[in-house]
């Protein structure tokens, strides 16, 4: 099994120790998504530290303030590294406006670019304020305008209705906890439709732990439990799943 979005220099326990469990539990390879400067390079840091960790670099639309080309030219030097197999994330939040829209919007056009000029992925935060959906809206936009030839996940996947519009584009949609939730049914159905080849799984730890262990933090080895549900809504088999995510991510981020 794969974990394609985690933050190991977020989770509670020593890094060592949280990607021994994940092997212990299955999850072979996962990727450690930086969110700003300093956690750029402590992504890369553990991923030079451990075989089946690797890392994204980026730029949280929460930290986009005041984003510039120097801050662009940063990220694009990073992106140079071996074990970097994804620009991100990046994106729009309304959720927390701590920067404003136009530095959001900056700042995901100028990664969209890094990742087209890198050959890489690009990894997508979309959040919204509950009932509201201009942060959804205003990614797809912005994807359809600079993003076409570039790989898309669209991480912590939360948008059912417009699943369509994501398997239209060929975009990757990765399920994290939330999928297990009993209230988040429109959910699981938009994980029965997708493609096998756009399908991803998550954990986006240390948040959004699975049903299993709700309201505890989240590590890459809980990714099997959410892995567990997408497969039955899909009508397979753990395995099966497991052999589709893994090719996936493969494609994606050559490991």
């Known amino acids: 099994m794969i974990d394609s979005h985690t933050h190991l220099f977020l989770c509670e326990r020593p890094e060592a120790e949280v990607v021994a469990a994940a092997h212990d539990a299955g999850v072979e390879r996962m990727l450690n998504v930086g969110l700003d400067r300093d956690t750029n390079e402590i992504a890369i840091a553990a991923a030079d530290r451990h075989e089946g960790v690797f890392a994204t670099v980026g730029c949280h639309p929460t930290e986009a303030a005041g984003f510039d080309d120097a801050r662009g030219e940063e990220i694009a030097v990073l992106a140079a590294h071996e074990k970097v197999r994804a620009i991100g994330e990046t994106g729009i939040d309304y959720y927390r406006e701590t920067a404003s829209r136009d530095d959001q919007r ?144 493969r494609t994606l981020f050559g490991w």
């Open 106 to 249: 900056r700042a995901f056009v100028a990664q969209i670019a890094i990742a087209r000029e890198r050959g890489l992925p690009v990894v997508i935060h979309a959040r919204d304020p509950e009932g509201e959906t201009g942060a959804t809206d205003d990614v797809f936009a912005i994807l359809d305008e600079h993003a076409d030839g570039v790989p898309v996940i669209l991480h912590c996947f939360l948008a059912p209705w417009r699943v369509e519009d994501a398997i239209e584009r060929g975009w990757y949609c990765s399920f994290s906890g939330i999928v297990t939730f009993p209230s988040a049914e429109e959910l699981r159905e938009a994980a029965a439709k997708l493609p096998d080849e756009l399908v991803l799984v998550e954990t986006d730890a240390p948040y959004l732990a699975p049903q299993p262990v709700r309201g505890k933090t989240n590590e890459p080895a809980h990714v099997v439990s959410t892995a567990e549900v997408v497969a039955e809504v899909r009508g397979v088999s753990y395995k099966e799943l497991e052999r589709t995510v893994e090719a996936n991510a």
